[in-house]
């Protein structure tokens, strides 16, 4: 079984910084992608930014230039490094694996940690 555990959100005040961390676990596992996504209430849930195994990134135009998206493939943890939030920014962040485990696909998310920026 894969498990990922997310942390690092909070409550932070508009223009301000935190970064959410994915720790995942789990025998003979190999990660390949790996990505943030979020979800507002109300809302659906949306990708924030993704990451491949060899470092190569994506991400959502509204976070373009704020948000960094990072891993450490010798802790098989994930980063995400939010800047200048705003507002809109508030949400529960999921994080996603993907990969294979004793040679079958994976597909694993986190529980989630909420974010809130406040105005």
């Known amino acids: 079984q894969v498990q990922l555990v997310e942390s690092g959100g909070g409550l932070v005040q508009a223009g301000g910084s935190l970064r959410l961390s994915c720790a995942a676990s789990g025998s003979i596992i190999m990660i390949n992608g790996m990505g943030w996504h979020r979800q507002a209430p109300g809302k659906g849930r949306e990708l924030v930014a993704v990451?491949?195994?060899?470092?190569?990134?994506t991400y959502d135009d509204s976070v373009k230039g704020r948000f960094t998206i990072s891993r450490d493939n010798t802790k098989a943890t994930l980063y995400l490094q939010m800047n200048s939030l705003k507002p809109e920014d508030s949400a529960v962040y999921y994080c996603?694996?993907?990969?294979?485990?004793?040679?079958?696909?994976?597909?694993?998310w986190g529980q989630g940690t909420q974010v809130t920026v406040s105005s």
């Open positions: 990451i491949t195994s060899s470092g190569i990134t």
């Open positions: 996603n694996a993907g990969g294979t485990r004793y040679g079958r696909p994976f597909s694993a």
